[in-house]
Each structure stands twice: as structure tokens, then as C-alpha cells.
């Protein structure tokens, strides 16, 4: 019975991936990915690694929760802070907070994890400097590869590299944003375990100094 729920379980990871090789542009397809990957073994080594990092098992013990996100706040604050810039990001996108974080409740710190990977994306989108295209998304995962030990980002990263050679496109690109994010990821702290919004009023400059990452344009 053990082998049969892992062999189900890889069969849906299969059929998400496949999913999302074919709508590889919508957050269905990804949070599609997401949902496969819900309980598996490699989530599970994933919450296990992340509680072994002081700062994050404080957060998950306490339960911390940021505030809600007001975006016209955000979008008022000064040009260049965090806030102004992940409301610009999500503006430009057409996209709101509440497409982007999960609503349901927090009951285990398995759930705690899977909801503060969600709510932080786009904010770690800002702070690294990836943009919002493919290969902007494939630096990322690598980054989030690096940081969090995430299932999800091989699944994605594999996808994206498949995708491209099935479509005969250029892998320079993806390569070089692939290589960027693991050296940001490994150089940094992890940055999910930080409150990044208690300080949307801070400059982006000092953030980056502060998680050690160094931007380039």
C-alpha cells in the first residue's frame, strides 16, 4: 500500500507537469504543480529543512502573519522602497494580492510553509531583481532551489529547459538566470523567514544589503 500511494503520487506529479508544459504561462498550471506535490516525501524533506533554521521554526511557532495587503498603501509609498516596487510589479501584471495568496487557514506547519512560499513569491521577485519572463521565472526556482530545498522548483525548472528545447528556443538565457539564482540562493539567508512585510517602507537598497544580495540590472 506504501508503494502504491508513491507510485500515485509521482503519477500526479507527471500529469501536473504535463499540465503545465502546455500552459506553462498560467498560475493554474503552477499551483496545478503545487497541489501534486501536497504530502509527498519531497515536501515533506522540504518542511524538514526549513525547521531546522531558527528563524523560520520561530516564525511557525509563533504563527506569525503579515498584515494584509493594501495596494493603494503600497503604491503611495516612496519610489525605490519595497512596497512601491511589489506594487508596481503586480500592477504591471494586471495581478492583485488576493490572486496570489491563499485565503484558507493555517493549521499545521506543513500548511504554514506552503502558504508563506505563496505569499512571498512576487516579493522575492523584487528584492532578487528577476523579472516576470521565462527565464526571470527559471532564476527564481533555482534561487528557491538553493534556499528551501523546493520540489517545486525542480519540477519547474525541468519543465521550463523541456519546454524550450521542444521548441527549439535559446538556452543561453535560461542557463544564465538558472546560474544567477543559485549564487544568489546559496549567498543569502533564507529569505522567507524574515517579516520582509513589516519593512515595506524600506528602501530596496538596504534590504538587498542586509539579505546580502547584491543586484544587477
Known amino acids: 500500500m506504501f508503494n502504491l500511494k508513491q507510485r500515485l503520487q ?12 502546455k500552459n506553462p504561462g498560467e498560475l493554474n498550471s503552477v499551483f496545478g504543480v503545487v497541489r501534486s506535490l501536497q504530502g509527498s516525501p ?11 533554521n531558527p528563524r523560520m521554526a520561530a516564525l ?27 506594487a508596481d510589479q503586480l500592477q504591471s501584471q494586471g495581478l492583485t ?12 506547519p506543513a500548511q504554514y510553509i506552503t502558504h508563506r512560499l505563496r505569499e512571498t513569491h ?12 521565462g527565464p526571470g521565472e527559471l532564476g527564481l526556482q533555482a534561487f528557491n532551489l538553493a534556499q528551501v530545498r523546493s520540489p517545486l522548483a525542480v519540477l519547474l525548472i525541468f519543465g ?17 538566470a538558472l546560474a544567477r ?15 520582509l512585510e513589516e519593512g515595506w517602507e524600506r528602501p530596496l537598497s538596504s534590504w538587498r544589503q542586509e539579505l546580502k544580495l547584491p543586484f544587477r540590472a
Open 160 to 176: 521550463g529547459l523541456l519546454s524550450s528545447l521542444q521548441n527549439d528556443e535559446p538556452l543561453e538565457p535560461l542557463l544564465r
Open 60 to 86: 511557525v511557532e509563533s504563527n506569525w502573519r503579515p498584515a494584509p495587503i493594501d495596494l493603494a498603501r503600497l503604491s503611495a509609498l516612496p519610489e525605490g522602497s519595497l512596497g512601491r516596487s511589489y
Open 122 to 133: 512576487d516579493i522575492i521577485h523584487v528584492l532578487t531583481g528577476f523579472g516576470t519572463d
Open 181 to 195: 539564482g543559485f549564487e544568489l540562493g546559496l549567498a543569502a539567508p533564507c529569505l522567507i523567514s524574515h517579516k
Open 42 to 52: 519531497l515536501s515533506t524533506q522540504m518542511q524538514r529543512h526549513l525547521l531546522a
Open 10 to 21: 509521482s503519477l500526479r506529479m507527471v500529469a501536473s507537469l504535463a499540465t503545465f508544459l
Open 97 to 108: 494580492p488576493e490572486s496570489l495568496i491563499d485565503p484558507s487557514p493555517i493549521s499545521s
